[in-house]
C-alpha cells in the first residue's frame, strides 16, 4: 500500500507565498506521476500541476508563472511551491501520485491552504 502524507499548508496574506510537501511511504512504481489537486468551497476538484517521473510537467492556467512543481525521487517526496498567492487560491490541496502500468491512483487526506485578502 501507498501512503502520501502532506504537509506546508497554512493562512498567508495575499501576495505570499508557502511550500507544499507530499511524502510517499509503501511500495511505488519509480514510474509514476505526481501531482496536486485543490477543491475550494462548493466547487469541484482541480487539477493544479502534475510532474511525471521524468520531470515533464503540467500546469493549470491560473497558476502558470506562479507556482512551481518539483519532485525528489531518492525521497519518493513531490513539492509545490506557491508564490504571490491570491484569495482565489484558498483551497484544500491534495496530493496525488498515479501508477500507470498497474493504473492505481492514491490520494493525500488534503491540506488546507487559506489566502487572505
Known amino acids: 500500500q501507498v501512503q502520501l502524507v502532506e504537509s506546508g499548508g497554512g493562512l498567508v496574506q495575499a501576495g505570499g507565498s508557502l511550500r507544499l510537501s507530499c511524502a510517499a511511504s509503501?511500495?511505488?512504481?519509480?514510474?509514476?506521476?505526481m501531482g496536486w489537486y485543490r477543491r475550494a468551497p462548493g466547487e469541484e476538484r482541480e487539477l493544479v500541476a502534475t510532474?511525471?517521473?521524468?520531470?515533464?510537467?503540467n500546469y493549470a492556467d491560473s497558476v502558470k508563472g506562479r507556482f512551481t512543481i518539483s519532485r525528489d525521487n531518492a525521497k519518493s517526496t513531490v513539492y509545490l511551491q506557491m508564490n504571490s498567492l491570491r484569495p482565489e487560491d484558498t483551497a484544500v490541496y491534495y496530493c496525488?501520485?498515479?501508477?500507470?502500468?498497474?493504473?492505481?491512483?492514491?490520494w493525500g487526506q488534503g491540506t488546507q491552504v487559506t489566502v487572505s485578502s
Open positions: 510532474i511525471s517521473s521524468g520531470g515533464g510537467t
Open positions: 509503501g511500495t511505488l512504481s519509480r514510474i509514476n506521476t
Open positions: 496525488n501520485v498515479y501508477a500507470p502500468f498497474i493504473s492505481r491512483t492514491y
